[in-house]
């Protein structure tokens, strides 16, 4: 299986801040590659598909870049509603794995 | 409006059987793809396969073939999860997902039922 690893496992930032979140493939996974937000009691949330597609509806505050096995997530200015945990996943090879997530906490 | 509703949580104990639903509705249901991810308590998300519910096809995560079986019931826009031969470590949030538009078939897990707890217990 792909394994996917995510740093840091902990995030603490301060609402404006810029936040990036890597997440590394243990080997290639091209561009397959999506990321989601779950808050704490929630289903997750799907953000960004194909590394930087965003979804509708998702604030352009977010971005996904990167290729073959490092990727980022990047906040551009966190906002309240951003604190939560985030999750990258591959879809190059079966089966999908996802990363052990990233928790973005207040400061 | 995409809306996926599971059915609720379920209390098994060690080598029983357990079938979550997952009803849709605010789309075709035999256009897409029906993902069922899990989440252990406080830990990440892991994926247990997909059924195509145009045809019925499936792919099981190899750690739970043989003991996973996906279903649908496309009159009632439904999918159903069993999982079988229950242990302790199964003990575990379950969420179906419908497959998003605009990543490849089967590929993307886009929007999300609200899960079903589901807690194996002696």
């Known amino acids: 299986d792909i394994q996917m690893t995510q740093s840091p496992s902990t995030l603490s930032a301060s609402v404006g801040d810029r936040v990036t979140i890597t997440c590394r493939a243990s080997q290639s996974v091209n561009s397959w590659l999506a990321w989601y937000q779950q808050k704490p009691g929630k289903a997750p949330n799907f953000l960004i598909y194909k590394v930087s597609s965003l979804r509708s509806g998702v604030p352009s505050r977010f971005s996904g870049s990167g290729s073959g096995t490092e990727f980022t997530l990047t906040i551009s200015s966190l906002q309240p509603d951003d604190f939560a945990t985030y999750y990258c996943?591959?879809?190059?090879?079966?089966?999908?794995?996802f990363g052990q997530g990233t928790k973005v906490e207040i400061k | 409006q995409v809306h996926l509703v599971q059915s609720g949580a379920e209390v098994r104990k060690p080598g029983a059987s357990v079938k979550v639903s997952c009803k849709a509705s605010?789309?075709?249901?035999?256009?897409?793809?029906v993902h069922w991810v899990r989440q252990a308590p406080g830990q990440g998300l892991e994926w247990m396969g997909w059924i195509n519910a145009a045809n019925g096809n499936t792919r099981y995560s190899q750690k739970f073939q043989g003991r996973v079986t996906f279903t649908l019931d496309t009159s009632a826009s439904t999918a159903y999860m069993e999982l079988n031969s229950l242990k302790s470590e199964d003990t575990a949030l379950y969420y179906c997902a419908r497959d998003f538009e605009y990543c490849s078939g089967g590929s993307c897990p886009g929007y999300w039922g609200q899960g079903t707890q589901v807690t194996v217990s002696s």
């Open positions: 605010g789309y075709t249901f035999i256009k897409f793809v």
């Open positions: 996943q591959q879809f190059h090879t079966y089966p999908w794995t």
